[in-house]
T-cell receptor, first 115, second 108 residues
Framework: KAGVTQTPRYLIKTRGQQVTLSCSPISGHRSVSWYQQTPGQGLQFLFEYFSETQRNKGNFPGRFSGRQFSNSRSEMNVSTLELGDSALYLC??????????????FGSGTQLSVL | GQSLEQPSEVTAVEGAIVQINCTYQTSGFYGLSWYQQHDGGAPTFLSYNALDGLEETGRFSSFLSRSDSYGYLLLQELQMKDSASYFCAVNQGGKLIFGQGTELSVKP
């Protein structure tokens, strides 16, 4: 079974641009959650999607948004990029919603650099 | 708010046993999880405690005491490949809250 796939692996953008990151969950998994990882703030929860609906959202500005498609693939969008958005963005999948699942499967992430 | 505290770094020798502690301040959560992350890699699930007590999975064990707001990950028979960052996390209402991570260095 293929693992969680995130594309692209690396991305370089400039301030003010927008970016879209993609996450394909493990086949059969219906929940996708997103995280931002930085050396200073660690791993922070962004949001979770289950059956195309956002179930939970972390403490991030509205510039961070996401969606999930009927095949459970998810995209995350960041608009008006700021230097502080430079981070490793990880997605994780699980069979059911996060309220019922303790085991998440993570992708290798997208390393975003904002110049 | 919620916060989980872990030591930032731990060093141990090959073959030894090491314990990584996680103390938390949170009003309620489903359980305590542990994840391992090698440099530049994906975090991988290690263990989960829904109830108080010890959970054992091979060389790794995890413990939770809700009354003490405390948990730990125990790694036995350390190997060089165990050098990585280890994160505790609580699932609070469907949001996963992580500790800052403990960087474990295993020396020969």
């Amino acid at each position: 079974k293929a693992g969680v796939t995130q594309t692209p692996r690396y991305l370089i953008k400039t301030r003010g641009q927008q970016v879209t990151l993609s996450c394909s969950p493990i086949s059969g998994h219906r929940s996708v959650s997103w995280y931002q990882q930085t050396p200073g703030q660690g791993l922070q929860f962004l949001f979770e999607y289950f059956s195309e609906t956002q179930r939970n959202k972390g403490n991030f500005p509205g510039r961070f948004s996401g969606r999930q498609f009927s095949n459970s693939r998810s995209e995350m969008n960041v608009s008006t990029l700021e230097l502080g958005d430079s981070a490793l963005y990880l997605c994780a999948s699980s069979l059911g919603p996060m309220t019922t699942n303790e085991k998440l499967f993570f992708g290798s992430g997208t390393q975003l650099s904002v110049l | 708010g919620q916060s989980l505290e872990q030591p930032s770094e731990v060093t141990a020798v090959e073959g030894a046993i090491v314990q990584i502690n996680c103390t938390y301040q949170t009003s309620g959560f489903y359980g305590l999880s542990w994840y391992q992350q090698h440099d530049g890699g994906a975090p991988t699930f290690l263990s989960y405690n829904a109830l108080d007590g010890l959970e054992e999975t091979g060389r790794f064990s995890s413990f939770l005491s809700r009354s003490d707001s405390y948990g730990y990950l125990l790694l036995q028979e350390l190997q060089m490949k165990d050098s990585a960052s280890y994160f505790c996390a609580v699932n609070q209402g469907g949001k996963l809250i992580f500790g800052q991570g403990t960087e474990l260095s295993v020396k020969p």
